[in-house]
């Protein structure tokens, strides 16, 4: 048969590539050669196929191990600094795995020939990674930007100051500007998530305010003290345009 012949070239010269692509890259699918098999004996045998005698040629043949799935873990400094990182993988033991530029929960990283072993002298599979992202306790992630929120004192929004915040990188000396409001947003310019493209990301730091713990008469003298200081003045009147 003329079609089972060409159906048998197709697949003896690799022409098997998957449509999906993985971190820009093309990757071969999985080849089932049982099901072709079974495909060629419903339609009359394997007698006429490129002149093989039987499915014992085809059985005997070098074929690539089938690609394996797992999922692992990484801590989200990890994920946002791009590191290379060791996992346990059951089965295959002891695995380093470099994180790409730009991953997030869900992203899926490929290790060639760490999948299934080939059959007949075949290349073994790939073993395709899902990673999952653990959460930090400080740092919030949007997109390859960074975000951070930073307790200030009363003094330090109003007369400004040095202060020491943490970044992905280590500790960083930045300087809240005088008269300074809860909310306001400082940036560190590629502090954030390395890119997919290489460069990274920004860390934005959002200020607030921190009260005084028991404080008590004498932070609502302060308060009372202040009060003067807001006579003839509408703080609120910028929400009447929200109703």
Known sequence: ??????????????????????????????FDLDDLLSRLRGQGGFEDIGGFE?????????????????EISIDFLDAVLAREVAVEIEGRGRLRVRVPGGATDGTRVRLAGQGEPGANGGPP??????LRVRSHPSFERD??????????????LVLGANIEVPTPDGSANVRVPPHSLPGTRLRLRGKGAVKRAGGRGDLTLRLEAALPEGGGEGLEAVAKSMEPLYEGRDVRGKLRGAR
């Open 125 to 130: 599979g790939d073993l395709l990674l899902t």
């Open 1 to 30: 048969d003329p079609e089972q012949a060409r159906a048998f070239r197709r697949w003896s010269e690799g022409a098997r590539r998957s449509p999906y692509r993985e971190h820009g890259e093309q990757h071969d699918a999985e």
């Open 54 to 70: 039987g499915a014992g040629a085809w059985r005997s043949m070098p074929r690539r191990g089938r690609d394996a799935r797992a």
């Open 143 to 156: 997109g390859d930007d960074l975000q951070l929120d930073v307790p200030v004192t009363i003094p330090e």
